[in-house]
């Protein structure tokens, strides 16, 4: 057996394409860390770098060059694309603890209702106004109203906990209850979304099979809860080595045997991250590899996902940036107005309510996973892929932004969170 190759000249295009956006990310994510802000909004705008928003847009033929230089580029650095992707979502579900407070669980309650359903509910007037502009070919009036839907509503972990840990906030009641929240958050929405996809894969609205679709998915993910809690028992041991190569087979593995049960690679690869965070749980050493992990996918595949997503962005054609500002302005406005309307039943004060409003629009990491997955099935077209992602954008800038100005106001904030005796 006889497999195809790039030729010398196609391999060294490439590399130098992979350099170009690796460097991108890196420059403009240090960037934005020391501008204490989210790393992975300046990593998006070191890919634009390269896009029609600016470089290719004044020099076509030489990015042409560099990143379309062959006629399979664009698919050899899909792989790249999706092997980001792959890794961002398995390290978000390797961090992700469903773990409820009792003693906060009114105040969790509160905030995901707020948060999450109150804003979809909201939502559902508004879609028939931008479904018009936004729906693409390969998606239907379903899944282009469910990706609307989550859009509005998601919010991301990485970025709220780095932000959280960049403050020095991090194992208070606030920041526990923010990425309490945004874990049942946004695995309702990851199951939402995996029905999106298959509804648009199929090409046909199933009402039953998209129940079934969703409570196999919600299944998964009861039964992966079930096999960690009985392998957090006991203790596994095995190489290095050995741990890295099985990690990776069984991460690839179920990827492609679920994508043929109807769930995409996304949750596949999110699933597989909460399972193996069990071995984690019981060997420290373990932990420290998955760790070794996460680094080399943040260092090389996530930034280089990071990238592709932000040259594909094109804010000069074929864009608009009216229907981008009613859309950013709705999707915040729902998602902070249902959560302050919801947290007036706790006992939470004015500004911690307030903050709370704010700190769930940031929607990071998931919402750029939303976009690029809706836009890879043809559910939305590229404006509103890209509106998705300045929304994404804009809104962790907001919150990272907020939080750090209540820290300079009054450094106890994120400690006193409830009214004062006498205070309405």
Same mark, same amino acid.
Do not use: W
């Given at each position: 057996m006889k497999l195809e190759t790039l030729? !010398?000249? !196609?391999?060294?295009?490439?590399?130098?394409?992979?350099?170009?956006?690796?460097?991108g990310a890196y420059l403009f994510g240090k960037l934005f860390e020391k501008m204490k802000a989210p790393k992975v909004v300046g990593e998006i705008i070191g890919g634009m770098l390269f896009g029609g928003s600016c470089l290719y847009h004044f020099f076509p033929a030489a990015i042409e060059q560099i990143f379309m230089a062959y006629s399979s580029e664009g698919k050899v650095l899909n792989i790249f694309y999706q092997l980001g992707l792959i890794f961002l979502m398995f390290s978000s579900g390797f961090n992700t603890k469903l773990e409820l407070d009792r003693k906060n669980g009114k105040a969790i309650m509160l905030v995901f209702v707020g948060a999450t359903i109150l804003p979809m509910l909201a939502a559902i007037p508004f879609v028939n106004l %931008?479904?018009?502009?936004?729906?693409?070919?390969?998606?239907?009036?379903?899944? %282009? %109203?469910?990706?609307?839907?989550i859009g509005? $509503?998601?919010?991301?972990?990485? +970025?709220?906990s780095k932000i959280f840990f960049d403050m020095g906030i991090m194992n208070t009641k606030f920041s526990n209850t923010v990425l309490t929240v945004s874990t049942f958050q946004d695995l309702c929405l990851w199951i939402l979304l995996n029905a999106a996809t298959r509804i648009a894969s199929t090409g046909q609205v199933k009402w039953t099979d998209m129940l079934l679709v969703v409570l196999f998915t919600l299944g998964m993910f009861v039964i992966a809860k079930l096999i960690t809690e009985k392998i957090n028992k006991r203790t596994i041991r095995m190489k290095s080595t050995d741990f890295f190569t099985i990690s990776f087979v069984f991460l690839l593995a179920t990827a492609g045997l679920l994508y043929i049960l109807g769930i995409n690679i996304m949750y596949s690869a999110f699933l597989v991250g909460y399972i193996i965070k069990s071995f984690s749980g019981a060997d420290e050493e373990t932990d420290k590899r998955i760790q070794t992990i996460s680094d080399f996918s943040f260092s090389f595949f996530i930034p280089i996902y990071f990238a592709l997503v932000g040259i594909q962005l094109n804010v000069i054609h074929n864009f608009s940036w009216l229907r981008f500002v009613l859309f950013f302005i709705l999707a915040f406005s729902l998602e902070a107005i249902g959560t302050v309307i919801m947290l007036?039943?706790?006992? %939470?004060?004015?500004?911690?309510? $307030?903050?709370?409003?704010?700190?769930?629009?940031a929607r990071g990491g998931p919402g750029i +996973?939303?976009?690029?997955v809706a836009y890879s099935y043809q559910i939305i077209n590229l404006e509103f892929f890209t509106v998705l992602i300045l929304t994404t954008m804009l809104s962790s800038l907001i919150a990272g932004y907020w939080l750090r100005m209540q820290q300079i106001k009054d450094s106890d904030i994120f400690m006193n969170l409830t009214k004062k005796k006498g205070e309405e």
């Open positions: 030729n !010398e000249m !196609e391999i060294i295009r490439t590399l130098i394409a992979l350099a170009l956006l690796l460097l %931008f479904q018009p502009y936004y729906m693409e070919t390969g998606g239907n009036e379903v899944s %282009f %109203f469910l990706v609307f839907l509005v $509503a998601i919010t991301s972990i990485p +970025v709220i007036l039943f706790s006992d %939470f004060n004015k500004r911690t309510i $307030a903050n709370f409003a704010v700190t769930m629009n +996973v939303l976009a690029t």
